[in-house]
């Protein structure tokens, strides 16, 4: 059974910084690129950053770029977000999957980034 369990959110004023960390278990982590996806108010879930499978390329939506870095430890099962320099818009939950899941999603973690 597949479970995702995402932690590290919380309230942070404009300019702070958070970690994100996802563990992962049930399939075979090291086998599929992974993503952090972000619901933020009145928008769908969106792709924020996404890294392959091995770990050697990240990419990252516009509005992150050059403030969130991806990375992901294949030994441990879990993939992370490091995200600095965070702007009210960034609020959101965040959640960790594979590239276009075929199974369900984690609880997510709460950012609240105030101004």
């Known amino acids: 059974q597949v479970q995702l369990v995402e932690s590290g959110g919380g309230l942070v004023q404009t300019g702070g910084a958070l970690r994100l960390s996802c563990a992962a278990s049930?399939?075979?982590?090291?086998?599929?690129?992974m993503v952090w996806y972000r619901r933020t108010p009145g928008k769908e879930r969106e792709e924020v950053a996404i890294i392959s499978n091995k770990g050697d390329s990240s990419n990252y939506a516009d509005s992150v770029k050059g403030r969130f870095t991806i990375s992901r430890d294949n030994d441990k099962n879990q993939a992370y977000l490091q995200m600095n320099s965070l702007k009210p818009e960034d609020t959101g939950v965040y959640y960790c999957?594979?590239?276009?899941?075929?199974w369900g999603w984690g609880q997510g973690t709460q950012v609240t980034v105030s101004s």
């Open positions: 999957n594979v590239e276009r899941p075929t």
């Open positions: 049930g399939f075979d982590f090291s086998w599929f690129n």
